[in-house]
């Protein structure tokens, strides 16, 4: 799951927007609050970096596939879909060369392990 970052800050809009109610119990208050909070801390991380790690993704996915060019849009919509068309790219050419090329198969690994550490925020789990 990769959570859109539009999508958490409309919900953290009508979470706050619902606790600016006064028959709110403090209790709730503080528990919502403290939820927007962290999820702002998240949400402003993953949007400080999306853009650089998707160029810098890209650029990899382009090299493990043997294509040139680069991100001329860097508006985030468009490197996402860019990336998405990528990675469907490297995933059948992964299949193509599974067990026939160790080189670009570790390549391939080593590049998804990479940007699965790019993609990582602050507390995650793994």
């Known amino acids: 799951m990769k959570p859109n970052v539009s999508d958490v800050l409309?919900?953290?809009s009508a979470l706050v927007a619902r606790n600016a109610a006064p028959d709110i119990p403090p209790t709730d208050r503080a528990g919502a609050l403290g939820l927007t909070a962290a999820l702002l801390a998240?949400?402003?991380r993953r949007w400080d970096d999306a853009a650089h790690n998707l160029v810098h993704e890209?650029?990899?996915?382009?090299k493990l596939l043997g294509l040139s060019g680069q991100d001329d849009d860097l508006r985030i919509p468009a490197l996402t879909g860019e990336n998405a068309?990528?990675?469907?790219?490297?995933?059948n050419r992964h299949a193509e060369i599974e067990g026939k090329d160790q080189q670009l198969e570790d390549a391939i690994w080593a590049e998804l392990a990479a940007?699965?550490?790019?993609?990582?925020?602050?507390?995650?789990p793994v």
């Open 115 to 124: 940007s699965t550490v790019r993609r990582l925020t602050p507390g995650s």
């Open 58 to 62: 890209n650029r990899e996915l382009r």
């Open 85 to 91: 068309r990528l990675r469907a790219m490297l995933i």
């Open 42 to 44: 998240i949400a402003g």
């Open 10 to 12: 409309m919900e953290l």
